[in-house]
Each structure stands twice: as structure tokens, then as C-alpha cells.
């Protein structure tokens, strides 16, 4: 497992933009797929957006064409570009990892807050 850490949360009204950063301990980054999760209150953890060792990435629908997942490799980080936020993107953003050999998550950070008011 790598050692993950969430920032660049906070409170932003509707419309605006965030830029969530996670930066990852470890020699072999490059051998795990990253992804950013979130939970709302009430709502089960959901996969927001997901980054391949390929750079391939997928989007879940109800972000897709606002949100961007992207990683810098060199520099142990991955990085999520949120635009055009919605009331309904408040949640708590975890960044996670995936070592290439699993079918699942299994590093995750301590999570940041996003909150988008009306």
C-alpha cells in the first residue's frame, strides 16, 4: 500500500471551481491506478474518477465533461480538476489506490471536504 494524502477541499458556491491534489508516498506510483472517490451524507462512497498506469481514465456520468482526473508521475501526485460544481458534488473526496495486479481500491487518504452551496 501507499501512504495518500487529500487537500485543496473546501466551501465554493455553484458554478465554481476546486482543484483536489493527492500526494502519494511510495517507490512504484507508477504501478498503481488512482481514483477519487466520494460520500455524501447518507450515501454510500461512490467512484467519482479513475486514472490507469495507462493514463485511461473513467468518469462516472454525473461528472463527466466538468470533472478531470490527471496524474503527474514524477512527482507522486494525482490531481482532480472539479468545474462547474454542483450543490449535489458535496461530499467528502477521497483519493485512492490500486495496486495493477488488484481488482480493487486498497489505499485510501483521509479525505477532504467539498461543499458547494446553492
Known amino acids: 500500500q501507499v501512504q495518500l494524502a487529500e487537500s485543496g477541499g473546501g466551501l465554493v458556491q455553484t458554478g465554481a471551481s476546486l482543484r483536489l491534489s493527492c500526494a502519494a508516498s511510495?517507490?512504484?506510483?507508477?504501478?498503481?491506478?488512482m481514483g477519487w472517490f466520494r460520500q455524501a451524507p447518507g450515501k454510500e462512497r461512490e467512484l467519482v474518477a479513475s486514472?490507469?498506469?495507462?493514463?485511461?481514465?473513467y468518469y462516472a456520468d454525473s461528472v463527466k465533461g466538468r470533472f478531470t482526473i490527471s496524474r503527474d508521475n514524477a512527482k507522486n501526485m494525482v490531481y482532480l480538476q472539479m468545474n462547474s460544481l454542483e450543490p449535489e458534488d458535496t461530499a467528502v473526496y477521497y483519493c485512492a489506490a490500486r495496486w495493477w495486479t488488484s481488482t480493487s481500491f486498497n489505499s485510501w487518504g483521509q479525505g477532504t471536504q467539498v461543499t458547494v452551496s446553492s
Open positions: 511510495g517507490r512504484t506510483f507508477s504501478n498503481y491506478a
Open positions: 486514472i490507469a498506469r495507462s493514463s485511461s481514465t
